[in-house]
C-alpha cells in the first residue's frame, strides 16, 4: 500500500476543486473518497464502497493538493477493487470496450450513425444505462487506421509516430490527417504506428485487465519505433496522460518510462522545437476569437498550456483562457445513464462560462470536450490542430489518404 | 526538455505570487507562475488584512518595528499595491470595500468579531451594534456553522433554516448559481417575516457570480444580507484566488499548476531555470528573474527539523531563533510565537540577503520576520510584498 495519503492535512482544497462534488450529493468528494477513506482500507479486502464510481477522474484534486497527495489515484485504485468484486454494470463491460465498439461502428459508419439517431433506439440503449441527454458523434469509414499510414522519406532525420487515439480515429479522421500531413510538411518523417485505444476506458470502468492488455500492444510498437530514433505524438490528452503517466505507473508496463519520456504533446513538441531553433514556421493570420476550455486532463499532464503558447504566435488570434471548469462528460462517465445529471449540470456551467466571453467558437484539445460545450452551447468547437493548419495551410496541402 | 521561456517565473501560486505575477504582466513582461498546488487563500476568508493590531493599519505600519517587510515596501507603494488590487477585483467583479487607513470588522462562524481592513462586498454590512436585530439562516445539514455560538454572543438574535437539499458549502454555493433555486430561496425570506434587522448568512452565495447574486437577493427581498465566512472550504477565498488567477490568465500570465520543482539549473549566480517534477520527462521553465513566493510553513516554503528551519526550493539561508526551546509560546491560541519570525531576510531589493543568486526574488510571508499571525498582516503583506518584489524585478530585467 501506498502511504502517501498520510500527507493529507484535510485542508479540503481538493474538495473546493472537484466538479462532481459541487453538483452531486451522493458523492462526497475527494477527501473522504480517498485519504479519508484509505485509513480503513486493507490490502486484499473487499471494497464496500458504492459511491466510490462516482468520481469522474478528472484529476483536478491532483492538481490542486498542495501536499503530494493523490487523491484521484487513490480512489481510482479502488474503483478498480471494488470492480473486481461486485457485479460491473453491462454499460460499463461495453464502455471498457469502447475501442472495439468503435471499430465495428466504424465500418457500419453510414447505417450506425443513423440508428443512434432513432429515437427508439436510443430509448433502448437508455433502458441499458446510456445517457439520453447527448448526440453521439458521428463514426466515420474512413478512419485513422485507414489512412495512407506514413508520409515523409524514412530517410528525413526527424521522425515521429503519431499516436491519434480513438476520438480522431473513428470521429474525427480529418483532423488526424491535418496533423499527419502538418508535421510531414515540417519536414518529419510521420507515421501512423499501428495502435489500439490507449486503456484509459477500459481503466475508468473498472477494468485493469483489458487497459493493462491494450496498453501492452501499444507499448510493444511504440517502443519499438522509439527505439529506431522517433518521438511519440499524442493530439488527445487524456491519451497523452495514459502514456506517459499510467503505463509507468498504475499499469506498471515493462516499456512505460521509456514511453513517458520519449512522448510529447504536438503543440508542446512545435514549441521545443522552434525553442532550440530547428523550425522556423510562417503563422499565417487567422482572424477569431476564441474561448479556450482547458480539458482537466491537460492540466494533470504538467506540461502548461502549450497550445495557448503556441497559438498566440498567430496574428489576428484573440485567445482567453478558461481553466476552471471541468465539461462533465469525462469520456464515457457521462454516457451513462447514472452520471447523466451530474455530467449536463457541469456541462451547462462550463458552457455557460464560454458563453460569456462572446467568442465565436470554443477550442478544446480533448474530443469529449468539445463533443460535451459545443452541444450544450450551440458554439462551434475547434482542436487547437485545426487551427494551427488553417495558419500554416500556406505550407501545407492536406491530402484525403 | 524545454517548456517556456520567459522573463521572469514566479515560484509559489498564493497571493503574494500572482500579484507579483500580474503586475509584472502589466509592465508588459512574460510570465509564468509555477506552483505544487492551491494555495492557502483558498481556505482564507477572503478579507485582505493589512495590519490589524492597529486601527488605523497604515499609521500602525509606521510603528512596527524595523525589520518587517513592510518597512521594505515603503507607504506609497503599499498604497499603490492595494488600489491596484481594489481594482482588480472591480474588474473580475469580486469589489472590496474599505480603505487601508481604517480597520474594520466582520463577524466570525463562532459569533466573535474579526478585525480586517478591506472585505468583500458581500460583507459590507457585517458590522453591527449591541441593539441591532440580527437573523440568521443557515441550511439543513450544512456542518461547522453553528448558529448557537452566534446567538449566544448575540442575544438580540433570531435563526431560520432553509433546505437546500445539499449539505455543504460548495454545493450550496453552486446552488445559488441557479436562478431558479435564488427565486425561491428569496420568496422563503419573504415568507418568514423576520423582523427588521439585517440577515447574516453563511458565505455560501455563489463561487462565480457572488456579487449578482448577492445584490439580486436584496433586491428581490429588500433586506440587507451579508456573508458570514466559514471553515474551510471557504468561498471567499475561492472567489478571491480565482479572481486574481482569472486577471493574471487574461494578461497573459502562464500557469504551471500541480508539479513540484525537481531541480534548479544555475549558472554562477544566476539562476536560468527549474524544472518540474512529472512522471513522464520533466518540464522545464526559463526565465531571466525568478520570484520565490511558496509562503511560510503551512504552504511550505519554509520546513522544520528538530533544531533548524530550511527554505525548500533554493536552500536559501534561513534566519529563524536558535534554540528550539524559545520557538513556542506557552499556549497554541496565544500570538508572538517566536518561530514566526523564521523566514528569508531580505535586502532593500528583495533579494534574498547573503544569497548566492542575483536574479533572484522574495516576497509573501516566506519573509523574515513578518509575523502573519501576531500582526494580523496576511494578505496585506502578500500584495504589498508581491508588487514591490515584482517592482524590483522589473528593474532587473530591464
Known amino acids: 500500500m501506498n502511504f502517501d495519503f498520510q500527507h493529507c492535512i484535510r485542508c479540503t482544497i481538493c474538495v473546493e476543486n472537484c466538479p462532481v462534488f459541487r453538483v452531486n450529493p451522493d458523492f462526497p468528494g475527494p477527501k473522504q473518497s480517498g485519504p479519508d477513506s484509505q485509513r480503513f482500507r486493507c490490502d486484499g479486502e473487499t471494497s464496500v464502497d458504492q459511491w466510490i464510481g462516482l468520481c469522474s477522474q478528472c484529476k483536478r484534486c491532483e492538481v490542486a493538493c498542495p501536499y503530494g497527495v493523490n487523491p484521484a489515484e487513490i480512489i481510482l485504485r479502488e474503483q478498480l477493487n471494488y470492480g473486481k468484486k461486485h457485479f460491473r454494470a453491462p454499460v460499463s463491460r461495453l464502455f471498457s470496450n469502447v475501442y472495439y465498439l468503435g471499430n465495428l461502428t466504424s465500418l457500419l459508419a453510414p447505417l450506425a450513425n443513423k440508428l443512434v439517431s432513432v429515437k427508439f433506439v436510443r430509448r433502448i440503449m437508455a433502458f441499458f444505462g446510456i445517457s439520453e441527454y447527448l448526440n453521439f458523434p458521428p463514426y466515420r469509414f474512413h478512419a485513422m487506421e485507414r489512412s495512407w499510414p506514413w508520409k515523409g522519406s524514412s530517410k528525413r532525420a526527424r521522425k515521429v509516430a503519431f499516436f491519434y487515439g480513438c476520438y480522431l480515429n473513428y470521429n474525427r479522421p480529418d483532423i488526424g490527417r491535418k496533423i499527419r500531413d502538418l508535421f510531414a510538411s515540417m519536414g518529419f518523417r510521420v507515421i501512423l504506428p499501428r495502435q489500439v485505444c490507449c486503456g484509459l476506458p477500459a481503466l475508468g470502468n473498472g477494468d485493469l485487465a483489458t487497459a493493462r492488455r491494450l496498453a501492452n500492444r501499444n507499448a510493444a510498437i511504440l517502443a519499438q519505433y522509439i527505439d529506431r530514433g522517433y518521438d511519440v505524438l499524442y493530439a488527445c490528452t487524456s491519451c497523452g496522460l495514459m502514456l506517459t503517466r499510467d503505463y509507468p505507473g498504475m499499469l506498471d508496463i515493462e516499456a512505460g518510462k521509456k514511453i513517458a519520456e520519449n512522448t510529447y504533446n504536438i503543440h508542446e513538441y512545435i514549441l521545443k522545437l522552434l525553442d532550440e531553433g530547428l523550425l522556423d514556421l510562417n503563422f499565417k493570420a487567422v482572424a477569431a476569437k476564441i474561448a479556450y476550455h482547458i480539458p482537466c486532463h491537460l492540466r494533470a499532464l504538467g506540461i502548461g498550456y502549450p497550445a495557448a503558447r503556441l497559438l498566440e504566435r498567430i496574428p489576428g488570434l484573440d485567445i482567453a483562457v478558461l481553466d476552471d471548469m471541468c465539461c462533465g462528460l469525462a469520456g464515457t462517465y457521462g454516457f451513462k445513464k447514472k452520471n447523466q445529471e451530474t455530467s449536463f449540470k457541469l456541462g451547462v456551467i462550463a458552457a455557460q462560462a464560454l458563453k460569456e466571453t462572446a467568442a465565436d467558437c470554443i477550442m478544446a484539445d480533448c474530443g469529449a470536450c468539445r463533443l460535451q460545450l459545443s452541444q450544450l452551447s450551440g458554439m462551434p468547437a475547434r482542436d487547437p490542430a485545426e487551427i494551427l493548419f488553417e495558419s500554416l495551410n500556406n505550407v501545407v496541402n492536406s491530402s484525403k489518404r | ?398
Open chain 2, 1 to 398: 526538455m524545454n517548456s517556456g521561456t520567459y522573463d521572469a517565473v514566479v515560484i509559489g501560486g498564493g497571493m503574494s505570487g500572482l500579484t507579483a505575477a500580474i503586475t509584472l504582466c502589466d509592465a508588459g513582461k512574460t510570465v509564468a507562475v509555477v506552483s505544487k498546488g492551491d494555495p492557502v487563500c483558498c481556505l482564507s476568508t477572503g478579507c485582505i488584512d493589512i495590519l490589524n493590531s492597529a486601527d488605523n493599519p497604515l499609521q500602525g505600519i509606521s510603528a512596527l518595528p524595523s525589520g518587517h517587510p513592510y518597512g521594505f515596501v515603503g507607504q506609497d507603494a503599499i498604497i499603490e499595491a492595494h488600489e491596484r488590487f481594489i481594482k482588480i477585483g472591480a474588474e473580475w467583479k469580486i469589489p472590496y470595500i474599505g480603505a487601508i487607513h481604517e480597520s474594520r470588522q466582520i463577524v466570525t462562524p463562532l459569533g466573535t468579531r474579526k478585525t480586517t481592513c478591506l472585505i468583500p462586498k458581500t460583507m459590507e454590512y457585517a458590522a453591527y451594534d449591541e441593539s441591532d436585530y440580527i437573523h440568521i439562516v443557515s441550511f439543513k445539514g450544512l456542518k461547522d456553522f453553528y448558529p448557537s455560538y452566534i446567538i449566544t454572543r448575540h442575544g438580540n438574535a433570531g435563526h431560520s433554516v432553509f433546505d437546500a437539499a445539499v449539505p455543504s458549502t460548495i454545493g450550496i454555493a453552486e446552488r445559488f448559481e441557479d436562478e431558479r433555486f435564488r427565486e425561491t430561496f428569496a420568496e422563503w425570506i419573504i415568507k418568514q417575516n423576520i423582523p427588521e434587522g439585517k440577515i447574516a448568512l453563511p458565505a455560501v452565495l455563489g463561487i462565480r457570480s457572488s456579487l449578482s447574486i448577492y445584490e439580486e437577493l436584496s433586491r428581490r427581498t429588500e433586506r440587507t444580507f451579508f456573508e458570514i465566512p466559514t471553515l474551510p472550504p471557504s468561498l471567499p477565498g475561492i472567489r478571491l484566488f480565482n479572481c486574481l488567477k482569472k486577471a493574471l490568465l487574461a494578461r497573459g500570465g502562464r500557469l504551471y499548476w500541480g508539479n513540484e520543482i525537481a531541480s534548479i539549473e544555475k549558472l554562477g549566480a544566476s539562476i536560468e531555470g527549474v524544472t518540474l517534477k512529472n512522471p513522464g520527462r520533466v518540464a522545464r521553465v526559463q526565465g531571466k528573474a525568478f520570484i520565490l513566493a511558496t509562503g511560510s510553513f503551512v504552504s511550505g516554503g519554509l520546513f522544520a527539523r528538530m533544531d533548524s528551519v530550511h527554505e525548500t526550493v533554493f536552500d536559501l539561508p534561513v534566519s529563524y531563533p536558535e534554540k528550539r526551546s524559545i520557538w513556542f509560546k506557552e499556549t497554541f491560541f496565544s500570538t508572538g510565537h517566536q518561530i514566526e519570525k523564521a523566514g528569508v531576510e531580505i535586502d532593500s531589493s528583495f533579494r534574498p540577503l547573503d544569497g548566492p543568486f542575483e536574479n533572484l526574488f522574495v516576497c509573501g510571508s516566506i519573509i523574515a520576520r513578518s509575523e502573519v499571525m501576531k500582526y494580523g498582516c496576511g494578505h496585506g503583506m502578500a500584495i504589498a510584498t508581491g508588487y514591490a518584489a515584482a517592482r524590483s524585478c522589473e528593474g532587473f530585467i530591464t
